[in-house]
């Protein structure tokens, strides 16, 4: 079992970079493949980004393509989003994902272990 924990989220402007984090607990933590979701008011969640177990793969969602890079360090337990020219459809609570599976998927339901999410607020 993983337990995740999201941090980073915040308010900024459009044009503006942030960085989500999230830190899982376990010893195990490299044989998930991860993924970051989002959900916005009155929105179902999507997908963002999934990267595999050893970051050799890694996907994302069309719109933040270019702009959104996920990564991250087994060594730390720790998976990232950074996010760069953010833009109002950015703005959502961003979820952290963990999938068992030696596999990248953008499909929610694949995913086992969820954090409770962060916020990401971006004004105009």
């Known amino acids: 079992q993983v337990q995740l924990v999201e941090s980073g989220g915040g308010l900024v402007q459009a044009g503006a970079s942030l960085r989500l984090s999230c830190a899982a607990s376990?010893?195990?933590?490299?044989?998930?493949?991860m993924g970051w979701f989002r959900q916005a008011p009155g929105k179902e969640r999507e997908f963002v980004a999934a990267?595999?177990?050893?970051?050799?793969?890694?996907y994302y969602e069309a719109s933040v393509k270019g702009r959104f890079t996920i990564s991250r360090d087994n060594a730390k337990n720790m998976v990232y989003l950074q996010m760069n020219s953010l833009k109002p459809e950015d703005a959502a609570v961003y979820y952290c994902?963990?999938?068992?599976?030696?596999?990248?998927?953008?499909?929610?339901?694949?995913?086992?272990?969820w954090g409770k999410g962060t916020l990401v607020t971006v004004s105009s």
């Open positions: 994902a963990a999938d068992p599976r030696d596999r990248v998927t953008i499909h929610d339901y694949d995913m086992t272990y």
């Open positions: 376990g010893r195990t933590f490299s044989s998930y493949s």
């Open positions: 990267i595999s177990r050893s970051a050799t793969v890694t």
